[in-house]
């Protein structure tokens, strides 16, 4: 289940991977398990109109999706990009709804992040498929630094609408996984107002000197989202194994200092 050498180098280069077919055999009873999750947050977001996108914390809502951080599919793809000891950093289960302009996810210089993206639909280039533009994670290069200060207004800076810059599209089937790293520029074009889409989101583990840092990105990020950093789904059902990849954040995580109020809400348990 590790990836080649030849897989790796091209992660590296040009900040993304394609692997077809990984999780198909098990792509029925994860898609079962992702519009559970999604059903259950209804009660506290509304049905999804279409309207704009929906977002929820999925994996870790889910006894059965978060058993995919042991599954050694998963567990070798990150283990050969992050190391042995990498860290789970959480998950979004998402119903898109229309155009995702051109972004990056993060900037973290001296630790790798990545997302694992599970796409449930078929997608190309015409109805929403992810797009990535090659080489955009090396922030230090001129090419990529470039990128960021003209992509996401490429029609001032180069008359273009953002569909039409070149870029990688990814076509998906049902069973595939993407992989991208967080500084790769990605978006996503036509498509419908449905679009279904999990993230398990992983980075290298952070040395003892860097750790304060760490703390620095993590606690506004979901503090004023969730109660507590994983979901009682992931952490019931957690072995020895995959408590390596939960313990750092976990020992990072104050919810006293990083709130003011009530969260918008709690994990579920499906």
């Known amino acids: 289940m590790r990836l080649t050498q030849q897989q790796v180098n091209f992660f590296h280069v040009f900040g993304f991977l394609k692997l077809p077919g990984l999780i198909k055999d098990d792509i029925e009873k994860i898609t079962q398990a992702f519009e559970k999750v999604l059903q259950a947050y209804e009660g506290i977001l509304g049905i999804h109109d279409g309207s704009r996108r929906t977002m929820v914390p999925c994996v870790d809502s ?5 058993s995919l951080l042991d ?11 992050l190391g042995e000891d990498f860290n789970y950093w959480g998950s979004d289960g998402n119903y898109y709804s229309g155009d995702t302009g051109w972004h990056p996810d993060g900037g973290e210089p001296k630790y790798l992040h990545i997302k694992l ?3 449930l639909d078929e997608l190309d280039g015409s109805n929403g498929a992810l797009r990535v533009i090659p080489g955009s994670h090396r922030e230090t290069d001129r090419y990529a630094l470039d990128i960021m200060h003209h992509v996401p207004h490429s029609q001032q800076h180069f008359g273009l609408h953002g569909s039409e810059l070149p870029a990688q599209v990814l076509d998906v089937t049902p069973g595939d996984l993407l992989i991208f790293n967080h500084r790769t520029f990605h978006s996503a074009w036509g498509g419908g107002n449905k679009r279904r889409m999990f993230t398990m989101n992983m980075c290298e ?9 760490l703390r620095k990105m993590i606690l506004p990020h979901v503090g004023a989202h969730i109660d507590r950093y994983f979901g009682d ?9 995959r408590m390596k990849h939960l313990e750092q954040m976990i020992s990072l995580w104050d919810w006293d200092i990083v709130t003011r109020g009530k969260p918008e809400f709690s994990y579920l348990k499906v």
């Open 117 to 119: 993206a599970f796409y």
């Open 205 to 213: 583990r952070y040395k003892d000197e860097d750790i304060g840092f």
């Open 233 to 241: 789904a992931m952490l019931e059902s957690a072995g020895q194994a």
């Open 62 to 66: 889910s006894y059965y999706l978060s």
């Open 71 to 81: 599954d050694p599919r998963i567990h070798e793809v990150a283990s050969s990009l």
